[in-house]
């Protein structure tokens, strides 16, 4: 069952990463990406995997060493989880550089490859991001005309 979850949890996201990154201006990629709920199947997938390991992961996670971590990650459920996590979060992330680069009028040729940054890298990403956003300020909080 754990191989089978990790394998689908990317799937549940690179439609949106796709909207995002190569549709940025078509008008139902806003709308599509304005609900935080494009991040449900990834954590259901999460969920899926963390429930029945709870007590084990509680323990690694409640008072946290690298050695514990090492093994519960290093299982075949832990990476799954892990990945899950990673997906779900990410996209959450990219979502928020996508909407709140709206709201600021960056050009899309500077978002979209800062997008795939942050699927691959997402700290680096949003870090990067939030540089960029400090020297930009919101375009009168209305997001950018979209275009057909």
């Known amino acids: ?55 084990a992961l509680a323990a690694a996670l409640v008072d946290p060493h690298l050695s514990g971590l090492r093994g519960v990650l290093g299982s075949s459920t832990g990476a799954a989880a892990a990945w899950a996590h990673f997906v779900a979060f990410d996209l959450f992330l990219g979502r928020w550089i996508f909407l709140d680069s709206r709201t600021r009028r960056l050009p899309s040729l500077l978002i979209s490859p800062l997008l795939v940054l942050t699927i691959l890298f997402a700290p680096l990403g949003v870090l990067l991001y939030l540089l960029i956003r400090l020297t930009t300020t919101p375009a009168h909080g209305r997001p950018v005309p979209l275009e057909a």
């Open 1 to 55: 069952m754990t191989e089978p979850l990790f394998d689908i949890t990317f799937w549940f996201a690179a439609p949106f990463w796709a909207l995002m990154i190569l549709a940025p201006k078509w008008r139902r990629t806003a709308a599509v990406v304005a609900s935080p709920l494009i991040c449900l199947p990834p954590l259901i997938v999460y969920a899926a995997l963390v429930v029945p390991e709870f007590g």
